[in-house]
């Protein structure tokens, strides 16, 4: 096997999983598909794509395929990926970043699924935890589906998942600074 000289490496275009890892850290060159990531993702059943195929059309290089995906839209970054790969594999991190850059490209396949991140966010940014009725209320004034879901609202409110009240939780100056800074870097990385 021919080793690559220094001169060729610069001149090679980065492959997409090496931006990935330069932009947020993820290294996906250790995957060797094992698929225990998949096996433990919470949403992996109904994904349109599954997160050992997010790594490999990294590898791949279809950036397309990846940031017009709704799984990473979807992804709740839980972690048990990343806890489950025997490489260490930090695909929450990739995923981050590929927001971001489908984001930035126009590549959204469900504007209504980035708005939902967008809400969710900002309710844990102003709060410190989701509030559920907050979250459905704003997302469904915002996308204007009231209808959409009705049926499980008597179910939710039965099982006690709507509350009215939030629960604030303590440290606000510090999540404004934590978003704030999350903020600055972004734009630093742009």
Request: overall charge positive; some cysteine; aromatic content about 6%.
């Amino acid at each position: 096997m021919p080793v690559t000289s220094a001169i060729e490496t610069q001149i090679l275009p980065l492959t997409f999983d090496t931006l990935l890892q330069d932009i947020g850290g993820a290294t996906l060159s250790g995957c060797f598909q094992c698929q225990k990531c998949t096996s433990g993702c919470p949403i992996a059943g109904g994904a349109d794509v599954k997160p050992h195929e997010i790594v490999r059309l990294a590898q791949l290089g279809a950036r397309q395929e990846l940031l017009s995906s709704r799984f990473i839209w979807e992804c709740t970054s839980c972690g048990t990926c990343e806890a489950r790969c025997p490489q260490g594999v930090n695909l929450p991190a990739a995923i981050d970043t590929l927001r971001r850059l489908s984001r930035e490209g126009g590549f959204v396949a469900d504007p209504a699924v980035a708005m939902f991140n967008d809400i969710f966010l900002d309710i844990v940014h102003h709060i410190g935890r989701v509030h559920e009725l907050a979250l459905m209320a704003a997302f469904k004034l915002r996308t204007r589906r009231f209808t959409q879901d009705v049926s499980k609202l008597p179910m939710m409110l039965r099982k006690g998942k709507f509350a009215f009240i939030p629960w604030l939780v303590p440290g606000r100056d510090e999540r404004r600074r934590i978003f704030r800074r999350a903020r600055e870097e972004r734009k630093e990385s742009s």
